[in-house]
């Protein structure tokens, strides 16, 4: 069973930065996709950016140009480069690997991390 742990949330001051990062728990997955959510209470999760094995990338219009996710393949991390926040970032960040095993496909999540921008 695949785990995902997550860190680098935080509290931070608007137009700060963050960095948070995921791990999974074995290298060399056979990854189909990767992206990170967030969600506030009482509100559905939001996709905020995803690549995916071919190389495609999506940006929600809300982060667009402020935040980057990278990631290491081979060791099964990926990162979200968090820019110029603003308090209506704040929410809990998840990350979600979708991972290929044979004909099927699997939704991993990780434990999530909050991210408070205020002052």
């Known amino acids: 069973q695949v785990q995902l742990v997550e860190s680098g949330g935080g509290l931070v001051q608007p137009g700060g930065s963050l960095r948070l990062s995921c791990a999974a728990s074995?290298?060399?997955?056979?990854?189909?996709?990767v992206a990170w959510y967030r969600q506030i209470p009482g509100n559905q999760r939001e996709l905020v950016a995803e690549?995916?094995?071919?190389?495609?990338?999506y940006s929600a219009d809300s982060v667009e140009g402020r935040f980057t996710l990278s990631l290491d393949n081979a060791k099964s991390t990926v990162s979200l480069q968090m820019n110029s926040l603003r308090p209506e970032d704040t929410a809990t960040y998840y990350c979600?690997?979708?991972?290929?095993?044979?004909?099927?496909?699997?939704?991993?999540w990780g434990q999530g991390t909050q991210v408070t921008v205020s002052t």
């Open positions: 979600n690997f979708v991972l290929t095993h044979g004909e099927y496909d699997y939704d991993y």
């Open positions: 074995e290298p060399n997955l056979s990854i189909k996709s």
């Open positions: 690549v995916t094995s071919g190389g495609a990338m």
